[in-house]
Structures are given as C-alpha cells and as structure tokens.
C-alpha cells in the first residue's frame, strides 16, 4: 500500500485526525503506509472493513479525484496545518483549490441587505482575479458563489457531506454550475457520509484554512460562521467583517467582530487591499527586490513601543495602552499596521499576539 492509499484508508476510518497519525507514522518510522499496516482497528466509520480499492473505484464512477498529502496536487496552503484534512474529495479543477483565495460566509436567514453585499463583494473579487471559497449552504454562502459566477470567476465550494450525499439539495444545481465553469466541489469526508452536527464545524475549518483571508458578511451572535472566523484567526488568516444596522440580529455578529479586532469593510477595495500582500501572483516583469539595511529596523518608533509588549500569549490592547503609554485610538492605529505588514495576528478579545 502506498501512502497516498494510506491517507484514504485512515480518512475512512473513524477516530483518526491529522495529530493522531503523525503520531503513529512517527512511531512506525515516518510512513503513513507502513502506520497503516501496524494499525489494529481497520474498520470503516460504517462499521465494516476498510476498502480503498471501492472507495477509488467510487471516485472514478462520480468523476471525482481523492486528493492526499501525498499528492502533488493538495493545496499548499493547507500543508502543516492543524486538522488539515486527510484526503480531500473533489469535483471539478484541482488546481481551483489552490488559487489565490477570500471565503466570504455569512447567515443562512440573509436580509436583502446581506444577500446584495455578499454578491457584490463575490463579484468584484472574481472580476480582480481572486478566487471566492464558501460553503454551499443557503444564504450568504450561496450569494458568494453566486457573485463569483457571475462576474465568470472562479468559485469552490465545500460541503458538509460526501459528494454523493450532497447537501443542502437545493444548491445541487449550483455545485453542478461551480464545477463547470472552472471551479471545484470539495470534502473531506468519504462516500456516503451524511451532513450532521459534527460535520459542519469540520467543514468550516477547511474554508478558512483555504482562505487567505475570511469576510463575514452577515450573521447573528450564535452562528456557525463565527467558528469559521474564530478558526481564521488561530490560523493567522485575517479576519473581515462587513458592518451593518446596529439594531440588526442579523448583523450583531459582525458587528461583535469588528469590535473585537476583525478588519472593517465596507467593499471589495478595502478586502483587496489587506490581502494582495498575501497573493502569490507575481508581477509580469520580476526584479530583483532591493536588499534591506540590516540598520534599519522593520518597525517605525511607535510600533516598536507596541512589539515590546507583544508575545505569543497575546496581550490586550488596554494593556498596550497602559504599558505604552499611547492613546487607545493611536495603539489600535499601530496594531492594525502591525497585522497588515504580518508582524502580529489578532486573537479573540481583542487581544494581539505574535504570528504564529
């Protein structure tokens, strides 16, 4: 067995995570196929045997491609991340996984205010070449590809479910749309899984792990999408939310983000402008960058004042204010600066801390 088939057979059983077999391919000399052998539990999450051979056959019946850690093809930007899924199921273009990415997510309930944001967020990111990831789920999700569509861009979708028990089914017509237009539907569960409680929260960590950078757009105080924007940001992806009515059930989750650090935004300008650092396209013309003055000290006097009182626990910006010294609005100045040049990532309470 290979380890590409020993990725799919752990991701076929039940009880084993990305932590757990690094664990056991340590102990069984760094392979995963060789994990696999020395595993004594080879039993599917149905309760029968593990067969990859069916599952592989599946996938080439569905036109879908498995895709594992051990392929060329499995995204970068999830490479060493926790959780990071085991095989990842796809319909469509591969190669859609790994193109520059915003998820945009929100509510399922939309007000008509959220559904016309969303879409135009979705569409102006698509036209500016940016690749919008969602979940497929009604509402806010459902707008963004929708947006991306048509603006003839590029969109991925992922599901809480195998491919062939897809769900929600009336977006069925959608995923089929996604995928012929040049994107992908992706999951990480196997065959005949079904949508539950547990595999919605999965779900949400590959949207943002694949993102570069997450924008809620619109969505209540108890919503799956704040998982979603709280996995973002213990990833170090920025963290974006789109204001609206302060009265608004709707919009108090967003609301509570930006109170809490999440970038403000009000279009696809101000979404662009925080993430084109991160983009991988590189310019038509490469030169040479130009070698830094080891003298000269990548931060300016004042966020100094901040990166002194900065660590990897985080620290809140009252105390910032309190051990800087600095102005409330002026700290809040200099860790938004901070964040955008990659030097700290904002944690929830609004507390900053070191990039992981």
């Given at each position: ?156 979708g992922v599901i809480g479910s195998g491919l062939d028990r897809f769900y929600p089914e009336r977006n ?8 012929a237009n040049g994107g992908a539907v992706a999951s990480q569960f196997p065959f005949g899984r079904p ?162």
């Amino acid at each position: 067995m290979s380890d590409r088939q020993a990725y799919i057979a752990f991701n076929l059983t039940d009880h084993i995570g990305p932590a757990k077999l690094e664990r056991l391919a340590e102990a069984a000399g760094g392979s995963v196929a060789a994990a696999w052998e020395a595993y004594p539990e080879k039993v599917s999450r149905t309760g029968g045997e593990v067969d990859v051979a069916a599952e592989e056959e599946l996938a080439k019946r569905y036109g879908v491609k498995i895709v594992t850690p051990a392929d060329e093809g499995y995204p970068a930007r999830l490479r060493g991340v926790p959780g990071a899924p085991l095989a990842l199921y796809v319909k469509g273009d591969v190669a859609a996984l790994s193109k520059p990415m915003v998820a945009i997510v929100g509510t399922r309930r939309a007000t008509q205010y959220g559904h016309a944001v969303a879409h135009r967020l979705a569409a102006d990111l698509a036209s500016a070449g940016w690749c919008v990831v969602s979940g497929l789920a009604l509402g806010i999700d459902a707008d963004g590809h929708r947006g991306a569509l048509d603006a003839r861009g590029l969109t991925v979708g992922v599901i809480g479910s195998g491919l062939d028990r897809f769900y929600p089914e009336r977006n069925r017509d959608l995923a089929r749309e996604i995928v012929a237009n040049g994107g992908a539907v992706a999951s990480q569960f196997p065959f005949g899984r079904p949508a539950d409680e547990q595999t919605f929260p999965i779900r949400n960590h590959v949207v943002a792990a694949l993102a570069q950078g997450v924008v809620a757009v619109e969505c209540p105080q108890k919503s799956g999408t704040l998982i979603t924007t709280g996995i973002a940001g213990d990833l170090g992806r920025p963290v974006m939310a789109v204001p609206g009515q302060v009265n608004s059930h709707m919009s108090a989750g967003c609301l509570d983000l930006i109170r809490n650090g999440a970038i403000l935004v009000r279009n696809a300008d101000d979404i662009i402008e925080v993430l084109s650092p991160l983009s991988p396209r590189k310019p038509a013309k490469e030169e040479p960058a130009p070698a830094r003055d080891p003298e000269v000290p990548p931060y300016t006097v004042e966020e100094s004042l901040v990166m002194l009182h900065v660590d990897a626990v985080g620290v809140s910006v009252d105390e910032l204010v309190a051990k800087t010294g600095l102005p409330p609005r002026k700290v809040n100045s200099l860790a938004m600066e901070l964040r955008l040049k990659g030097f700290v990532r904002f944690l929830p309470g609004n507390r900053i801390a070191l990039p992981r």
